[in-house]
């Protein structure tokens, strides 16, 4: 079945840097688009970055552009998300998502703490 894991959230200071993987499983990687979406406490949940699945062209939410860094490795079935100047308004779950047809894969997600 189809599987989203994430890693690599944690806590950091405002104006530091972490670097989120999602390892996929079950479908074939390099077909699909990835997505990066978050969520905070008590806010809706909003595209942060896109990738195709080539990863020849990419998109990113205005809040994070310059910042952030979407990126993929077909050979490791990985999409990574690399995140400058952190700012406390970052913070948030971060989860993996991509879609084929009419079905949806979310991953777990994993927190970003960004302390002022």
């Known amino acids: 079945q189809v599987q989203l894991v994430e890693s690599g959230g944690g806590l950091v200071q405002a104006g530091g840097s972490l670097r989120l993987s999602c390892a996929a499983s079950?479908?074939?990687?390099?077909?699909?688009?990835l997505n990066w979406y978050r969520q905070a406490r008590g806010k809706e949940r909003e595209l942060v970055a896109g990738?195709?699945?080539?990863?020849?062209?990419?998109n990113y939410a205005d809040s994070v552009k310059g910042r952030f860094t979407i990126s993929r490795d077909n050979a490791k079935n990985t999409v990574y998300l690399q995140m400058n100047s952190l700012k406390p308004e970052d913070t948030a779950v971060y989860y993996c998502?991509?879609?084929?047809?009419?079905?949806?894969?979310w991953g777990q997600g994993t927190q970003v703490t960004v302390s002022s």
């Open positions: 079950g479908f074939t990687f390099s077909s699909y688009a």
């Open positions: 998502y991509t879609k084929n047809g009419r079905l949806r894969y």
């Open positions: 990738i195709t699945s080539a990863g020849s062209s990419t």
